[in-house]
């Protein structure tokens, strides 16, 4: 007994702290979390328990350990938080034994029961009597109790030592499949007569029931249970209102299955029980359990028994594979597939996903089949072109091959006029119409001579002083006059060799000459250019075709199109979902913007030149624009082939000679067709960039992180996302860390391949350095924005650990009042505030995790897709007043362009894509720059959004943490949940404005000293000059360039 504090009341020890107080003075609710109690034992310790968190005054029975249900108040009794891989029972130590009377058992280690830890198997399950191992588990545990795996393989025994032998019982084989019952066992142990589970309640048709008549000769087996049924002297009579007689005399009591029971009634009239078929019925309860009572499983069939399966949560809510059942094969279930727990026979739900979904073979063949077709697509499409009549030949028109400056450098020739003075012929010729033309055609061709790199160097080098010289040392000008006249490509070699980059400064010379003398062979350059074109078609296929397979493998795991098609408001389905989107939305729009501004790019050059003179006939113009958008993920290694194709031909054709000047605008035409083509793969590998790396990333850390998680709110799919190993774990997490580390990799790689086809090339090392780094910084920021906006929804990180404490309900009554302590007074709060358990539902409902996330996963859903809205028409109208190119572009490439910045702040266009004078060049730099910024604000504010769930999880989260501190004590896992949350609240707001400023810090770096035409932005007037040394020297160095005979 504990005494009160008055000195006159005193009450039963085990009946302490559970939340009311005993004592009239209310003193015993100060002892409850008093450490006094630490290593005292309960009154009756092999039934008792003493709880070990907080309050450790009080005791509670050892059955109620781990039985899903809060008894000790400081929930120290349970353990919410296993993953669902794990179990809290220990199946190993569950071994086989006989106890000291010789009854085959199950050993518990450090039992309660009084013949020792062999627990004999009928007193398990029985919900009566409990006992307790030493491992907190008891022999009516839930979990142990269901599992009919487990019990299936033990036997249903008992030693009777009046026969000195083992009498057989039954086994039940529903919900509680761990009981055993004797229903005609005429012994003296304590033992089951009927299943819990209502397992035995099958009956035969129409067939009479017990009359309940007992008598003490026929029915020996229930002489103890009937004790007191009959009057004395009475040696039988009509059992009425004695349950365990009744029970003994009608183990399945077959007159529940009656209209009206009673004595020898009519089994299976009652229209309430299930009739199996013409002989055979079972109990209501029986029905769509999970266990087929019916010979052919008709109490069981998935179709009807869905709903039921759901409630009752024997599937998951998230369950969509079909299978057979692990427990009854001959049953199909539906599972959550690859989500760590096996539900399907063999566990066919989860083993498939833990080998290589995507074989190598099959990615090899995949790339090989996009080819071949690619290849058969471009071969028809050309066919109805060439089907045309008076197909328009380009025509040459002879010149005089003197008025060339540079002539003699690409033949090699000397004659008299090429002797003359340089510096006046290139004077003449910069002043005459043809000079863009003449000095493309030079460049282009000094690049393709084969001659040694150092040579090329230095006429390089030479053109650029007399260029600039020609312009009066004014660099801005020079590099406008560059720009407007020579083709971008040729235009980075010159620069590259004027000014030397990274790559030219720090690779050692043997290097350049091992590469260079390797491609100057024929061999060499055909092995070049196989591998290179092999790498491209592979960079180009390489995600698409991982993405097809795991989208294809996704579906399969699923259940098949079907059940993606009716389960679509699941996760794992509207993970499909999205990757679907990510994956085909960039492919049709590129597609579709490129069957609208240029069908005819796939056909080649001379195709195209001669639509301009003689048009295809209109229906087969629509046949070409539907084939490319029916085409779109073809569309991409047609243009590349097709661009490799014109540069092999332009480089062919300046080799071979200069005949006319109309073979000069031919090459001019051509690197404008070119630039044409690399302006589609550019739009292609910008959408790819925006949708598909961004969400799949997202989607991919979000899954591991969910595969990690233990406050999960929904499951599936997520070991497809983990690298599994079963020797080395700490392996298996460095691969998944390379993983992702691979994929942001991937995005860094693809922004600097869409700064190199805007650039057509000409991109300094430097440059790419910081467009990567811009790349890296900002899709870390977007995809960790999105992983963020959907952590509470899905309980990533653990933060929802106090929503996950509440899963398991407090078994007091949530009407009444909890007392606890708060600076030595005593406090009161309504039960139901810590136990907030609906239970007007049945069965009653858990609380929902949107009590701390306010909304659900799917609202969620519908919240992000309208703040893409909003921010697609907010950022739609800031372009529309900051930039002239995008309010002049159509609406289709306006829309593209717009979803492009949903994820990545980017401009229009740059302002080096228009031509122009330095002036012009200018006034569009300081337009972007306004534009940029505008981006800028707009990507902030928007990511900002996308964390506000953190803040406001976090609001509710801490709420509810102080609640449970003060008032039963909190979990490690709730602490941490608590810091987590407090951390993240401030810092990913700080974090988003610094990665915010930065990116605007390094996109003016990149356009003011590491664009390829930063020198147009060089102001001479206010004394700017060049930091490169090696320009200056060039630029002094021009006039006696242009007064000497260099060449």
Same mark, same amino acid.
């Given at each position: 007994h504990y005494p009160c504090s008055d000195g006159v009341q005193c009450v039963l020890e085990e009946h302490l702290c559970q939340g009311a107080?005993?004592?009239? *003075?209310?003193?015993?609710?100060? &002892?409850? &979390?008093?450490?006094?109690?630490?290593?005292?034992?309960?009154?009756?310790?092999?039934?008792?328990?003493?709880?070990?968190?907080?309050?450790?005054?009080? +005791?509670?029975?050892?059955?109620?350990?781990?039985?899903?249900?809060?008894?000790?108040?400081?929930?120290?009794?349970?353990?919410?938080?296993?993953?669902?891989?794990?179990?809290?029972?220990?199946?190993?130590?569950?071994?086989? !034994?006989?106890?000291?009377?010789?009854?085959?058992?199950?050993?518990?280690?450090?039992?309660?029961?009084?013949?020792?830890?062999?627990?004999?198997?009928?007193?398990? !399950?029985?919900? =009566?009597?409990?006992?307790? !191992?030493?491992?907190?588990?008891?022999?009516?545990?839930?979990? %142990?109790?269901?599992?009919?795996?487990?019990?299936?393989? #033990? &036997? !249903?025994?008992?030693?009777?030592?009046?026969?000195?032998?083992?009498?057989?019982?039954?086994? +039940?084989?529903? &919900?509680?499949?761990?009981? +055993?019952?004797?229903?005609?066992?005429?012994?003296?142990? *304590?033992?089951?007569?009927?299943?819990?589970?209502?397992?035995? #309640?099958?009956? %035969?048709q129409s067939e009479n029931c017990p009359d309940m008549v007992y008598n003490e000769n026929l029915h020996v087996h229930c002489e103890n249970d009937c004790y007191g049924a009959c009057k004395d002297g009475e040696e039988s009579c009509l059992v009425e209102s004695h349950e365990k007689c009744e029970a003994c005399l009608d183990p399945t009591n077959c007159r529940g299955s009656c209209t009206t029971p009673g004595p020898s009634c009519k089994s299976c009239t009652n229209q309430d029980y299930f009739e199996c078929s013409e002989f055979f019925c079972i109990h209501p309860f029986l029905l769509c359990d999970g266990h087929p009572h019916c010979a052919d499983g008709? *109490?069981?069939?998935? *179709?009807?028994?869905? =709903?039921?399966?759901?409630?009752r949560k024997i599937i998951q809510r998230e369950a969509t594979y079909k299978c057979q059942s692990i427990t009854h094969p001959e049953l199909y279930t539906l599972a959550v597939a690859c989500d760590g727990k096996p539900e399907c026979f063999q566990e066919e739900d989860e083993r498939r996903c833990l080998q290589n979904l995507i074989s190598p073979y099959l990615f090899v063949i995949g790339i090989l089949v996009l080819t071949m077709t690619s290849i058969f697509v471009h071969w028809i499409i050309q066919m109805l072109a060439l089907t045309r009549n008076n197909m328009t030949q380009v025509s040459f028109e002879e010149f005089d091959l003197n008025d060339f400056f540079l002539y003699s450098l690409i033949t090699g020739k000397q004659d008299e006029k090429s002797k003359e003075d340089l510096a006046n012929v290139f004077r003449k010729s910069h002043a005459q119409t043809s000079y863009g033309l003449e000095i493309n055609f030079s460049m282009i061709g000094l690049q393709s001579l084969n001659i040694h790199r150092n040579q090329r160097i230095e006429l390089n080098k030479k053109y650029y002083a007399m260029e600039l010289a020609v312009h009066n040392g004014n660099i801005a000008e020079t590099m406008v006059c560059l720009k407007k006249n020579i083709n971008w490509e040729t235009c980075g070699q010159i620069y590259e060799d004027v000014v030397p980059g990274l790559k030219a400064k720090y690779t050692p010379e043997k290097v350049k000459d091992w590469i260079d003398s390797f491609t100057a062979t024929s061999l060499g350059s055909w092995i070049v250019y196989i591998v290179l074109r092999i790498a491209r078609v592979a960079s180009i296929y390489f995600d698409f075709v991982k993405d097809v397979l795991l989208f294809v493998t996704m579906v399969r795991l699923l259940g098949g199109p079907a059940a993606l098609m009716r389960y679509p408001e699941n996760f794992s389905g509207q993970v499909v979902f999205i990757l679907i989107a990510s994956i085909f939305t960039p492919l049709i729009s590129s597609g579709i913007l490129h069957a609208i501004k240029s069908p005819f790019l796939i056909l080649g050059f001379q195709q195209k030149m001669a639509e301009n003179t003689n048009p295809m006939k209109n229906w087969k113009r629509k046949i070409v624009q539907c084939t490319i958008v029916c085409c779109s993920f073809l569309n991409p290694v047609m243009l590349q082939s097709v661009l490799e194709n014109e540069k092999r031909n332009m480089t062919l054709m300046i080799r071979s000679g200069i005949t006319s000047k109309n073979k000069m605008a031919v090459i001019k035409e051509m690197c404008v067709f070119c630039k044409e083509i690399k302006q589609r793969l550019l739009e292609f590998r910008k959408g790819e960039f925006a949708m598909e790396i961004i969400f799949q990333l997202a989607t991919q850390m979000s899954m591991l992180m969910l595969n990690d998680t233990l406050t999960a709110t929904t499951s599936g799919l997520e070991t497809i996302f983990k690298q599994d190993t079963q020797s080395d774990v700490a392996g298996a997490q460095a691969i998944l860390i390379l993983s992702i580390i691979g994929s942001f990799l991937s995005a860094v790689s693809t922004s600097i391949k869409i700064k190199k086809l805007e650039k057509d090339d000409f991109l300094s090392t430097t440059g790419k350095i910081i467009t990567g780094m811009r790349s890296l910084m900002t899709t870390l920021l977007r995809v960790w924005c999105l992983v963020f906006f959907f952590t509470p929804y899905l309980g990533l990180l653990n933060i929802l650990a106090h929503w996950k404490g509440e899963q398991i309900p407090f078994r007091t009554s949530p009407s009444q009042e909890f007392y606890f302590m708060v600076d030595g007074k005593v406090e009161t709060i309504p039960f139901k505030v810590l136990n907030r358990v609906d239970n007007s539902t049945t069965p009653p409902s858990l609380p929902h995790y949107s009590l701390y996330t306010q909304i659900d996963l799917a609202s969620a859903y519908k919240v992000i897709l309208c703040l893409l809205l909003v921010q697609m028409i907010v950022t739609h109208g800031a372009k529309y007043f900051t930039s002239k190119s995008y309010k002049q572009s159509c609406f289709f490439e306006k829309f593209v362009h717009l979803t492009e910045c949903l994820n990545i702040p980017s401009i229009h266009s740059d302002w080096d894509s228009e031509g122009g004078n330095v002036n012009q060049h200018r006034q569009r730099w300081r337009q972007v720059w306004r534009e940029m910024v505008a981006m800028e604000i707009i990507t902030w504010l928007a990511n900002i959004i996308l964390v506000l769930p953190i803040l406001v999880t976090g609001i509710y989260v801490r709420e509810r943490h102080f609640l449970t501190t003060l008032v039963v004590g909190s979990f490690d896992e709730e602490i941490e949940a608590f810091n987590l949350v407090t951390l993240l609240m401030w810092v990913l707001p700080l974090g988003v404005t610094v990665v915010a400023l930065l990116d605007l810090a390094l996109f003016h770096l990149y356009n003011t000293n590491y664009h390829p035409w930063k020198l147009i932005l060089v102001d001479d007037k206010s004394g700017r000059k060049e930091k490169n040394e090696d320009i200056n020297l060039e630029a002094s160095q021009a006039n006696h360039a242009l007064d000497s005979k260099i060449i």
């Open positions: 107080p005993l004592c009239q *003075d209310q003193s015993d609710v100060s &002892t409850c &979390t008093s450490k006094d109690w630490l290593g005292a034992s309960c009154p009756f310790p092999d039934d008792f328990t003493r709880c070990n968190n907080t309050r450790h005054g009080q +005791c509670i029975q050892n059955d109620k350990l781990k039985d899903n249900f809060y008894d000790c108040l400081d929930r120290s009794d349970e353990e919410p938080y296993l993953k669902k891989t794990e179990s809290p029972v220990d199946w190993v130590s569950l071994t086989n !034994c006989t106890d000291i009377k010789q009854s085959p058992g199950i050993l518990c280690n450090g039992s309660s029961y009084h013949g020792g830890d062999c627990i004999p198997y009928y007193e398990w !399950c029985k919900g =009566e009597q409990s006992y307790k !191992c030493n491992n907190d588990i008891s022999t009516n545990n839930e979990v %142990i109790c269901s599992n009919f795996t487990f019990w299936i393989h #033990q &036997t !249903c025994e008992l030693f009777d030592s009046f026969y000195e032998s083992l009498i057989q019982g039954s086994r +039940c084989n529903g &919900t509680n499949s761990g009981e +055993c019952i004797f229903p005609y066992y005429e012994g003296l142990e *304590d033992v089951s007569r009927q299943c819990l589970d209502k397992s035995d #309640q099958t009956h %035969i008709l *109490d069981e069939e998935l *179709d009807s028994c869905e =709903e039921e399966y759901r409630r």
